[in-house]
């Protein structure tokens, strides 16, 4: 807890686990970054009094009377949000640095949705290095999550798949199938 007027009150992690339990009505008063919602799904939430941020889960329970739905709400700590809010705002700058901190720092949920929340032109300039990776990494799965989200977005894919090409061979089969994929989506689209 800290002293803000905001989310003072908020612990570093609070689960709410039932009908008859409620996140604190503070939450209201945090910043939504993804989703307006405050029942659906995933979202990170920013104090716009101090800016600490928060990781918001909600994992619904199709039982019928709700009862078996959660929620939890986890402040993040500074080398959590930090490569975090660097992408989400579009520092390319130093691009292996906050890839290897935002890989290491970030849980999945967190990397995938600001990889998804980017705009374009920002996803476009992270797929040099990106890519890079993937075809360099021992565990190219995590990456592979990241880089599927170029197959629906026409100008990423082009941009993908002239990189995956000069890359020297042989491909990881994750890099074998996301180019069969987006070659896949390619001529669909001619």
């Not at 989400?88 to 970030?106: I, K, S, V, Y």
């Amino acid at each position: 807890m800290t002293s803000c007027a905001t989310c003072g009150d908020l612990s570093y992690h609070f689960a709410v686990t039932g009908q008859d339990e409620s996140l604190p009505a503070s939450v209201q008063n945090l910043k939504r970054l993804w989703t307006r919602e405050y029942t659906l799904g995933h979202d990170v939430l920013l104090c716009p009094t101090c800016g600490a941020w928060f990781e918001l889960n909600h994992d619904a329970a199709f039982t019928g009377s709700g009862n078996g739905d959660s929620q939890t709400l986890e402040r993040l700590a500074p080398e959590v949000w930090s490569p975090l809010e660097r992408l989400l705002h579009g520092d390319t700058a130093n691009p292996d640095t906050l890839l290897t901190e935002a890989f290491t720092r970030l849980n999945e949920a967190l990397l995938l949705r600001a990889f998804e929340c980017m705009k374009i032109e920002v996803f476009a300039a992270w797929l040099p290095a990106l890519v890079t990776r993937f075809v360099a990494a021992s565990d190219p799965e995590p990456l592979y999550r990241v880089l599927v989200l170029v197959i629906d977005v026409a100008v990423l894919r082009t941009k993908y798949l002239e990189l995956i090409r000069v890359q020297p061979a042989p491909l990881a089969r994750e890099a074998k199938w996301l180019t069969q994929l987006c070659e896949e989506a390619a001529a669909k689209r001619r």
